[in-house]
């Protein structure tokens, strides 16, 4: 289905048949106080060449967009992407299981609890361990708050790509209320760190659930407040409505997954179709869309932040008390006063510290439905303590491929609300 | 000299300078309501640490910018460049001299040692300078304000700002007509273009708010385009072409340029006021017409402060409620909306006016009468998905 064929060179930053640089940035041809003349390509005067990013207020990071437009349209869009490479992947080959994780804090930096359950329940699949039922229900309550965080970040950038900056603080204060229980759990903001292989770093402190109740209780209010400032607001919906408009079909073929996926109309959720930590058990619905454009990407995702704190609130009630780790010393470290002075967990902790969980030969993929869309880790092991491969299926990296399709032919504000309704966060486009 | 030209003079002189002072501190307040009036819907704080709430902070800005490094990014346009921010401020203080903003003050008759008499006979007008082509002068002026954008924009030698400066010609020309199609409604009514007539007609009969209403929307949506605050803001839409026209300036032009925003808000919130909201009239009472005296010229300069800082909340509340158009929508909307409205409404006007005088009724009832249907009318047809592209596109699709 896909029969999209790319007419044009990839010129930027291409070489020349001599292995020279083909375009010469502008104002710096060697000695020249002038711009050169061979700085931009041929355009026949009517097109220009815009350079979006990497530093620039709507590429949510350090997305660079080469931009030819007509006027104020868009003729063609190509994304470049690899400003924030930063190895996760490589650098995963060389570290045991568990110190993989605080790798995955710094991908989808937005969510980052979430990509913490990700990778151990990806690790888990591989060492075939099943979890405690108080880590699944914990698990849950820390993807659901990430999931939180990863929208209202979206929503509030969103808003401002296309003009609306008061909605962005209400989202950040709210925000901000996650992140605080996040402190109070992990001691940590942003690098949670949250699990580890077979269980979690810690189990919640005193008070966090009482304050994760009262976060349900007035998270409606605040998106309430949201829902009257943009949902039926005229020059919100014509900024998003039939905008980069994608069909069940073409996003389909785009790979592309989350809310991307369901508001073009496809009910694919992973915790619907493939339920991990038993969601299947969760009364929690997954909307779509009708039209696949910005205002339906915008509707999902509100509407999730709703089921998302609906599953908060039945995760809550149902919190079981009892182990948090598996009984497993091979895979969870003893505690440290049992290790000072009982020997077998003392060799226990030694061989943990230096040696790392061993997993068994083989290879695991363990997808997740992370606010972007489907997170997965892939991990071949080759029988020792480190990954031979680690493989991240980045959500965002693969939503972001769809963008050239959806901005070329609008306008350039178009691009922008577009680029924006991906929802890319370029720590994990670009690893 | 004779004792007149030199009370004359003396006036004019005082006028003067107390108006530009008065309303360069009214700017800076004005750039610190902003922030502040931002917070509040925000539930921020805004600045707060700079004097007494914060106030002293746009002297802390100004100066700042002052101490900064002017940069002169290569290849700018280096007159022109210099030249932009200038044709951007001056064109909005200098509107402000025709605007009356209070009652007379009685006339004078004193002598001072060594410089002699002077004298003013009648009231003096609360104006600086009460030009017989009041409105006009206005208009004329304010066109020149987008020559300071659009010269920005292309002096810059920047792709964003050129977008900016060709964004912001086309928008402010555009509204420009919208703009004063608007205000000849007033000139029937008043069948005057000095603005100090405008309030007196008011004054005799009722506000023009009350008498053109559908003249007042078309004149506030115009006055946002003009003075590009949200949500016409697209010379500058940030998220978009990183500020637009000023992306290069720095230091005290980029300070220029941001001073003439608020100017132009300030201008535009006296002139909404003036034209029709009965300009320094007290309404309810008809003491303000009395003969000149320094209370009435208090009062009355109270009255003007009260609605043209109305406005200026106005002006923030909707730049931090809205979103952005898109610029197709605001050519739609200005040249597809505004343009036909504000034709067939001087036609309307004209009409009645001219039917009222024949017939011989009341003329502030009937128009009265005529706006609340026509207002009801316009935003009816104005609703949401109706007028613009992209609730078309979605319900085609």
Avoid at chain 1, 392 to 417: H, V
Avoid at chain 2, 60 to 73: H, I, M, Q, S, Y
Wanted: proline share 6%; glycine share 8%.
């Amino acid at each position: 289905m896909s029969k999209r064929t790319v007419e044009f060179e990839l010129a930027t930053p291409g070489l020349d048949a001599q292995g020279r640089p083909a375009r010469i940035p502008l104002g710096v041809a060697a000695g020249s106080a002038v711009a050169a003349a061979s700085a931009e390509p041929e355009l026949g005067g009517d097109h220009l060449l815009l350079n979006i990013g990497p530093q620039h207020p709507a590429t949510h990071g350090v997305l660079r967009l080469v931009v030819e437009l007509d006027g104020e349209v868009v003729v063609r869009c190509i994304p470049h992407v690899g400003y924030l490479h930063s190895g996760f992947e490589k650098l995963g080959e060389y570290r045991h299981y568990n110190q993989i994780i605080p790798l995955t804090d710094r991908t989808d930096y937005l969510s980052p609890m979430s990509n913490n359950v990700g990778l151990a329940l990806a690790v888990e699949k591989l060492l075939g361990l099943e979890i405690t039922e108080r880590c699944k229900v914990l698990r849950v309550i820390a993807c659901e708050m990430s999931r939180i965080i990863s929208h209202l970040v979206w929503m509030g950038t969103t808003g401002i790509d296309i003009g609306a900056f008061t909605p962005f603080l209400w989202m950040f204060y709210e925000r901000e209320r996650i992140y605080n229980l996040q402190e109070a759990w992990t001691g940590a903001r942003l690098t949670t760190s949250l699990t580890r292989v077979g269980g979690m770093m810690a189990d919640v402190p005193d008070g966090f659930v009482e304050a994760l109740r009262t976060f349900c209780k007035n998270f409606p209010k605040t998106l309430a407040e949201v829902d009257r400032v943009l949902t039926r607001n005229g020059i919100w919906c014509a900024r998003t409505q039939g905008i980069g408009a994608l069909t069940a079909e073409e996003a389909i073929n785009y790979s592309l997954s989350g809310p991307m996926l369901r508001a073009s109309g496809v009910p694919y959720d992973v915790r619907k179709d493939r339920p991990y930590l038993d969601y299947e058990t969760y009364d929690f619905e997954v909307p779509v869309g009708e039209h696949g454009d910005v205002y339906d990407r915008y509707l999902v995702r509100f509407e999730e932040l709703v089921q998302a704190t609906r599953i908060l609130e039945q995760a809550l009630d149902r919190l079981p008390d009892g182990p948090l780790n598996v009984d497993d010393p091979k895979v969870i470290l003893p505690p440290k006063s049992a290790a000072m002075t009982d020997m077998e967990a003392m060799i226990f902790h030694f061989k943990q510290v230096m040696e790392g969980v061993q997993a068994p030969v083989g290879e695991a993929y363990f997808p997740i439905e992370n606010g972007k869309g489907e997170l997965g880790y892939y991990f071949v092991s080759d029988g020792t303590a480190k990954p031979v491969r680690w493989r991240i299926r980045p959500p965002s990296f693969i939503n972001l491929a769809a963008l050239p399709k959806m901005a070329e032919g609008g306008l350039i504000a178009d691009l922008i609300a577009i680029n924006a309704s991906v929802d890319i966060v370029m720590g994990e486009v670009d690893r | 000299m004779t004792p007149d030209i030199k009370g004359f003079l003396l006036a004019a002189t005082v006028k003067i300078v107390v108006v530009f002072s008065v309303w360069m501190i009214a700017i800076m307040l004005a750039t610190w309501l902003e922030r502040r009036g931002s917070a509040f819907m925000q539930d921020r704080l805004g600045p707060n640490r700079v004097g007494p709430a914060g106030l002293l902070q746009p002297v802390a800005d100004g100066l700042k910018n002052f101490l900064k490094e002017e940069t002169w990014p290569k290849w700018v346009d280096q007159p022109l460049f210099l030249l932009a921010p200038l044709m951007s401020f001056i064109p909005s203080l200098i509107t402000f001299a025709v605007i009356p903003f209070a009652a007379p003050l009685p006339g004078f008759d004193f002598t001072l040692p060594l410089l002699g008499r002077f004298t003013y006979q009648g009231p003096i007008p609360m104006v600086v300078a009460d030009l017989p082509i009041g409105l006009l002068f206005i208009l004329a002026i304010s066109s020149l304000a987008v020559y300071g954008i659009v010269l920005a924009g292309w002096s810059s030698a920047s792709k964003y700002s050129m977008l900016g400066g060709i964004r912001s010609s086309a928008q402010m020309i555009s509204y420009e007509i919208a703009l004063g199609l608007s205000v000849i409604t007033v000139f029937i009514l008043s069948g005057n273009v000095t603005l100090s007539e405008v309030v007196a007609a008011q004054q005799r009969t009722v506000w023009f708010v009350l008498a053109l209403t559908v003249a007042f929307v078309l004149f506030l949506v115009s006055a946002f385009a003009e003075t590009n605050r949200l949500p016409f803001d697209l010379p500058e839409a940030e998220a978009e072409l990183v500020t637009g026209y000023h992306t290069e300036y720095s230091a005290m032009k980029f300070s220029m340029f941001y001073v003439a925003e608020y100017a132009a808000i300030l201008t535009m919130s006296a002139l909404i006021a003036t034209l029709f909201f009965g300009g320094w009239d007290i309404p309810f009472t008809r003491w303000d017409e009395g003969p000149p005296s320094v209370a009435r010229c208090a009062a009355t300069l109270l009255a003007f402060g009260t609605k043209t800082g109305f406005f200026l909340l106005f002006y923030i509340w909707v730049r931090w409620t809205l979103p952005r158009f898109r610029f197709d929508q605001l050519m739609e909307l200005g040249w597809k909306v505004m343009l036909p409205v504000a034709l067939g409404y001087i036609t309307v006007i004209g009409l009645v006016v001219w039917g009222a005088e024949r017939v011989g009724v009341a003329l502030a009832p009937v128009l009265i009468g005529l706006n609340l249907v026509a207002t009801a009318g316009l935003l009816w047809g104005l609703d949401r998905g109706r007028l613009l592209a992209g609730a078309r596109a979605r319900r085609a699709a």
